[in-house]
């Protein structure tokens, strides 16, 4: 016979204490400002770890349902590397929404115009397709070279971590 009385659970003459689930309000969230080095980083890799860091996963105090993440500043953009012969299969598409408004770029081209668009779009594609996932990606900041405006903000070195660099 189980009674439920606010907290404490009532099972077979023993008492057990409830344990609750911690979600994160906004009022909680410290938010943290980090630079990552993509120089030399393969592009997944990269992409999948800043993800991470925008969802907030890192954090222990991480709700699914509230944006818990920090700001992310991905500097030397034109020098991240694709594995195997990726640079030259790989094509970015898109869509212009009218009859054969398909269009392709291949991604050594995409590369030297706009490195920054390349990985931008791989981090965009790993967070959620939602109003969350928009939130998410305004807090990152991409630059081709080693400079940023954002010293300021007094923004810490985040050690990547891989399992394997491309050499």
């Keep these: 016979m189980q009674f439920l009385f606010g907290r404490i659970l009532w099972y077979a003459g023993r008492i057990q204490v409830m344990r609750t689930t911690y979600m994160a309000r906004k009022e909680d969230i410290e938010r943290k400002w980090y630079v990552i080095d993509a120089n030399g980083l393969p ?3 990269l992409a999948s770890e800043v993800a991470r860091l925008l969802k907030g996963k890192h954090k222990p105090t991480y709700t699914p349902h509230v944006d818990t993440g920090d700001n992310i500043v991905v ?5 991240v590397v694709m594995t195997g012969r990726k640079e030259v299969q790989k094509y ?3 869509h212009s929404g009218y009859p054969s ?3 392709k770029i291949r991604y050594d081209e995409l ?3 706009n490195p ?3 990985v931008y779009l791989a981090v965009k594609r790993m967070l959620p397709s939602n109003r969350l996932g928009r ?3 305004k807090k990152l900041r991409i630059y081709a070279g080693p400079e940023h405006p954002h010293e300021p903000q007094k923004p810490e070195q985040w050690e990547f ?3 394997r660099v491309a050499q």
Aim: cysteine-free; proline content about 0%; charged content about 30%.
């Design 75 to 79: 500097i030397n953009a034109s020098r």
């Design 161 to 163: 971590v891989s399992k």
């Design 116 to 118: 920054e668009r390349a």
């Design 111 to 113: 590369l030297q115009k």
């Design 101 to 103: 408004g398909i269009k």
């Design 92 to 94: 970015y598409y898109r």
């Design 43 to 45: 592009l997944g890799r």
């Design 135 to 137: 939130a998410m990606l």
